[in-house]
Every structure is written in C-alpha cells, then in structure tokens.
Nanobody
C-alpha cells in the first residue's frame, strides 16, 4: 500500500517561485530512483528532474538553473524547488519513484499530480 502524494502547486505570476513536495507512505525498503515529470494540455508527459542513488541528478534543459530536486529521508519526502517560473512551466506535475517495497519487491509508483499555473 505504498502511495505518493504531491502538494505545493498553485497559481503564481512569472518570476515567482513554488516548492512542490511528494510524500511517500508505506513499507519502503529502499529508493532506487525518484523524479518529477510534467504534462501540459495536448502534450506528452516529459521529464523535469530525476535523482538516482540519492545524489546523481538530471534536469531537462528547459529548467536547468531554475529547478532543484532534493530529498528528505527522515520525512520520506522529496521536493522540487522551482524558481523564476515561466508561463511555459504551466502543467500538471507528477512525482515518481522506483522503490523496493518490503515484502513485495521492486515497484514503479506515480502520484496523482498537482497543478502549477504561471500567469500574469
């Protein structure tokens, strides 16, 4: 019964910042990889940022220098700090984790998404 729940989305003006959070619940033995994806209307879901082995990060070219992915193991939570937001960042943002779940093995889990709208 592992679940990921996103929070922190909302409506902001261009140039402002948001901090997204993804809280995991359940019997997680280990985290192989985690990341954030987004999907805008009429477009396919795309990679925003990933973290592998707890430290190796990768970012989409469109967000490099503006977004930062991080994790808080004590709280079973990961974050996406989004600075200098642009209208083209408007999308539903999803968190994803490649997990080893106690008693069940490896699973790929997705959250339900949180809306980010950047508009003046």
């Amino acid at each position: 019964q592992v679940q990921l729940v996103e929070s922190g989305g909302g409506l902001v003006q261009p140039g402002e910042s948001l901090r997204l959070s993804c809280a995991a619940s359940g019997r997680i033995f280990s985290v192989m990889a985690m990341g954030w994806y987004r999907q805008a209307p009429g477009k396919q879901r795309e990679l925003v940022a990933t973290m592998i082995s707890g430290s190796i990060t990768n970012y989409a070219d469109s967000v490099k220098g503006r977004f930062t992915i991080s994790r808080d193991d004590a709280k079973n939570t990961m974050h996406l700090q989004m600075n200098n937001l642009k209208p083209e960042d408007t999308a539903v943002y999803y968190c994803n984790a490649d997990l080893v779940i106690s008693g069940f093995g490896r699973r790929d889990i997705w959250g339900q998404g949180t809306q980010v709208t950047v508009s003046s």
